[in-house]
């Protein structure tokens, strides 16, 4: 049983120098593509596939995004059936308020489970690479990159937010389509993490 651990999410950083002029698009593309092409490495040496507790994460926060997403479709197809016909403000007002506290519950619900079922996963990379640290080849640094309010759904409720704030307060339709918020496919960019953790990052110092 391992002391769960509340910071953030790290993540190891190859950190590459480059020389190029940014303004030199040509001479930059073919820095990085040199880099690219050369065999992505692990900070450090071992018996274990570290990188895949990295996929963990990221297949578990995709699989709450996704469930939220569906259930907010669900949500606004209700709110449509509502609002169907010709309601008057105050009907669109009344809905839109109980449509919004109905996400803001779900978000909260997929947060809590986020807690529960994916922080563990966070504890044991952050264990891991602090065990290691001593290991770590020194072109390797390591960032914090993950805080609750980063999470995709918190994200997408502070847009959706703005965005149908308009309707909330005037009572005039449309209500704005929630799928451009809440995704049902986040593995790409689970909470901000790098498509390839663990593995050669290039960045200009």
Request: hydrophobic fraction near 35%; charge should be positive.
């Amino acid at each position: 049983m391992f002391r769960l651990r509340t910071g953030p999410l790290k993540t190891p950083f190859r950190l590459h120098k480059l020389s190029s002029d940014p303004a030199d698009g040509r001479a930059l593309s073919n820095e990085t593509c040199k880099i690219f092409s050369k065999k992505l490495d692990l900070p450090y040496k071992g018996p274990g596939e570290p990188h895949t507790r990295y996929l963990q994460y990221k297949a578990d926060v995709s699989a709450l995004s996704a469930r939220l997403a569906g259930h907010v479709r669900g949500l606004f197809g209700e709110l449509q059936q509502k609002l169907a016909g010709q309601p008057t403000v105050v009907a669109v007002k009344t809905a839109t308020a109980s449509y919004v506290a109905e996400i803001e519950k779900a978000v909260k619900a997929t947060t809590d489970d986020y807690v529960q079922s994916v922080q563990p996963v966070i504890a044991e990379i952050v264990t891991d690479l602090d065990n290691n640290k001593g290991k770590w080849r020194p072109e390797f640094t390591a960032e914090g990159l993950e805080g609750v309010e980063r999470l995709p759904w918190n994200r997408g409720l502070v847009q959706y937010r703005i965005a149908i704030k308009p309707v909330r307060d005037s009572g005039q339709l449309p209500v704005a389509d929630p799928g451009a918020f809440f995704d049902d496919d986040h593995f790409p960019a689970a909470g901000g993490l790098p498509e390839t953790p663990y593995l050669d990052q290039v960045r200009r110092r």
